[in-house]
């Protein structure tokens, strides 16, 4: 437990953001940051460089921006180091994704050519519908993380970066379930030198990562760390760890409206939801048992906001349907559709549609941002193991053991603001207001 006010390590020197995956979300990310840092663009959807906190009574009059309420990591500090199956750099990659407009791209194109990605870890089974020529070789799984080891020492020296973060932005992997490999970092261990199948690419990155001090934020809906074993590496080196899957699209409206419905007591019959999107995501999820991972984080949010174990009458036999579909044109312009049946007074039926014409990166990228800036900031404070306060940023959020993840996007928001008043000794904000009728 941080003790209410404690100390914070200044944000002094740089810090590396290390990428595993330089596709859409990746180039997007870094394309933004570098021209935010020119004045060619707004942060906008990032809560470490465009939200505010509030302080104290309403009366005080305090809501400081975040960023000047807590010490993290300035947008100059940041410096870039990835890893990918295709060798385009960041810059060749980024005008591929065509998420940034190219004449935008052209403002930052030196330094984005400068981010040449290094050989990646990926084992095909694990992602289908991809294959690179850019790919790591290893008699071992324990020889590719040592690998990986090694590049984030590299890029440490030539860097010189004080600090780094790692956040993943890879494929979404095909779906597992724990096994006993994932028990416990001995047996992780034994696996990773006999390769054992159920160590996925991802988790090899996550080890690597722990391994050298590095904190974790999964962007994917893999396992990744949300397993004994990196949990038990994350608190023996003393590093924290959070995930999984990005919170952007589909899920982000129904962690939005959700909580709407279930305020008010309104009852649900069915939640029917259809995505189509062309980009490389799209792609590896025309793969069934990718989209099963996919479909595993999207289908558990309504059912933990609603909690049909309390209002039985109201959510109990409601119909949830997720499909995704891969649609070439669209790109990265993903169109989510929801039909949300709903049931009012006297069990009368009513209808919601949500159209959401999104564009999936530029929602992810964010996320990315204040992933690497708040993870910083937990290492710099002396956290360490699962960040369940930063579930604020996923589909399906990592918690204790046992303890089901708290998916109410506004519920997260106030965990979130309530950490960093915790962390500065500010009082917590309950909202409860009785103190203004005294």
Do not use: W
């Given at each position: 437990m941080i003790e209410p006010g404690t100390e914070i390590a200044p944000a002094e020197g740089s810090l590396g953001i290390l990428l595993p995956g330089l596709g859409a979300v990746s180039t997007t990310f870094i394309a933004g940051v570098l021209l935010v840092r020119q004045g060619l663009g707004t942060p906008i959807g990032s809560l470490t460089q465009m939200g505010t906190i509030r302080l104290g009574k309403r009366t005080d009059d305090r809501a400081p921006f975040i960023r000047d309420f807590v010490p993290l990591a300035k947008l100059d500090s940041l410096q870039f180091c990835a890893w990918d199956i295709f060798p385009d750099n960041a810059y060749e990659s980024a005008l591929r994704a065509g998420v940034v407009a190219p004449e935008l791209l052209e403002k930052v194109r030196?330094?984005?050519?400068?981010?040449?990605?290094?050989?990646?870890?990926?084992?095909k089974r694990f992602v289908k519908n991809l294959?690179?020529?850019?790919?790591?070789?290893?008699?071992?799984?324990?020889?590719?993380?040592?690998q990986v080891m090694a590049d984030i020492d590299a890029f440490r020296e030539r860097s010189g970066v004080a600090r780094m973060v790692m956040v993943w932005c890879g494929s979404t992997e095909t779906f597992q379930a724990r096994?006993?490999?994932?028990?416990?970092?001995?047996?992780?261990?034994?696996?990773?030198?006999?390769?054992?199948?159920?160590?996925?690419?991802?988790?090899?990155?996550?080890?690597?990562?722990?391994q050298r001090g590095?904190?974790?934020?999964?962007?994917?809906?893999?396992?990744?760390?949300?397993?004994?074993?990196?949990?038990?590496?994350?608190?023996?080196?003393?590093?924290?760890?959070?995930?999984?899957?990005?919170?952007?699209?589909?899920?982000?409206?129904?962690?939005?409206?959700?909580?709407g419905l279930k305020a008010r007591l309104l009852g649900l019959e069915g939640w029917f939801s259809t995505n189509i999107l062309g980009n490389r995501d799209g792609e590896v999820l025309d793969d069934p048992e990718s989209f099963k991972t996919k479909e595993e984080s999207k289908l558990s949010v309504l059912?933990?906001?609603?909690?049909?174990?309390?209002?039985?009458?109201?959510?109990?036999?409601?119909?949830?349907k997720v499909s995704i579909h891969y649609y070439p044109p669209r790109g990265d312009n993903k169109e989510g559709w929801d039909n949300i049946d709903v049931v009012g007074w006297?069990?009368?039926?009513?209808?919601?549609?949500?159209?959401?014409?999104?564009?999936?990166?530029?929602?992810?990228?964010?996320?990315v941002l204040d992933l690497a800036l708040f993870l910083d900031l937990a290492q710099r404070c002396g956290m360490r193991g699962i960040q369940e306060w930063l579930s604020f940023y996923f589909k399906s959020p990592q918690t204790a053991e046992g303890l089901y993840p708290e998916h109410d996007l506004f519920i997260q928001s106030m965990k979130l603001k309530n950490t960093l008043r915790h962390l500065r000794g500010e009082d917590l904000i309950t909202h409860l207001g009785l103190e203004y009728y005294d």
């Open positions: 030196g330094e984005l050519e400068s981010i040449v990605p290094l050989p990646a870890v990926f084992e294959d690179g020529p850019n790919q790591k070789s290893g008699a071992t799984k324990r020889d590719l993380a040592e096994t006993a490999v994932h028990a416990d970092l001995a047996s992780f261990e034994q696996g990773l030198d006999s390769n054992d199948p159920a160590i996925s690419p991802s988790m090899i990155y996550a080890y690597a990562a722990l590095v904190p974790f934020a999964n962007g994917a809906p893999n396992l990744t760390v949300d397993i004994p074993a990196m949990v038990e590496l994350a608190a023996a080196r003393e590093v924290p760890i959070c995930g999984k899957d990005f919170k952007t699209g589909q899920t982000l409206m129904k962690t939005i409206i959700a909580p059912d933990v906001i609603l909690r049909a174990d309390l209002h039985p009458e109201l959510y109990r036999d409601y119909v949830h006297l069990g009368y039926p009513m209808q919601i549609k949500v159209n959401f014409l999104c564009r999936d990166s530029i929602l992810a990228a964010p996320l």
